[in-house]
């Protein structure tokens, strides 16, 4: 019996070592591809002379033209919901106008016992005050539904227009071969970090400092 409860505690003792030991190479793997994939210091990129540059402006170009394609993606994800949102309103409509229906027919139904005498004239009098308020309630919801659904509207208009104007402009962009300058494909790569691309551009402001001399 002792020798099972020792066998089961090195068999425990073990187990915890490896779960300690993949914990680590887990975390050492993962932060091995988080340095190779970490974006590279721009400081130091735009210490690279300019013609050992080859690729930057076909990597900037593809950079950006991705970005843009992005923003296309997220604005249809956007029309979207608004298209969905605008079914609900429509459904909410559908449902609204089924409500006066069937308060109209509890109307006809009402007047029909007034008229005929039948029940309790008290009662029934009563139901048709009821029937009257929820009319008016009924055509109030309506009013803000319609609104609602017109403002949607609009709203998916303009965003059917903000996506063909980038759709346009995205179909526009063409690729110069790297003609404009190599020099200031540097600083839009890193998009992540804007602060530090808006300073370390040397290379770009250098050719207006020789067109002042």
Request: aromatic share 4%; net charge positive.
């Amino acid at each position: 019996m002792k020798r099972s409860v020792s066998v089961i505690a090195v068999i425990g003792i073990f187990f915890l070592v490896g779960c300690a030991t993949t914990q680590e190479l887990t975390s050492s793997i993962s932060s091995k591809v988080t340095s190779i994939t970490a974006t590279v210091d721009p400081a130091l990129v735009n210490q690279v002379p300019a013609d050992k540059r080859a690729g930057f402006a076909k990597a900037e170009f593809d950079l950006n033209l991705a970005i843009e394609k992005e923003k296309l993606a997220a604005l249809k994800t956007e029309l979207a919901g608004l298209q969905k949102k605008k079914a609900g309103y429509e459904e909410d409509l559908a449902n609204n106008f089924k409500r006066e229906a069937e308060n109209a027919y509890d109307i006809v139904k009402v007047d029909a016992l007034l008229n005929a005498g039948v029940g309790k004239k008290e009662d029934n009098m009563k139901i048709r005050g009821n029937v009257d308020s929820k009319k008016y309630k009924i055509l109030a919801d309506r009013s803000k539904i319609n609104y609602d659904i017109s403002d949607t509207k609009m709203q998916i208009e303009n965003k059917t227009a903000e996506i063909a104007n980038l759709e346009k402009a995205i179909g526009e962009i063409k690729y110069d071969g790297g003609k404009a300058s190599d020099k200031a494909s540097v600083s839009p790569a890193p998009a992540a970090d804007a602060k530090t691309e808006v300073k370390p551009v040397p290379a770009a402001a250098e050719p207006k400092k020789e067109e002042k001399k």
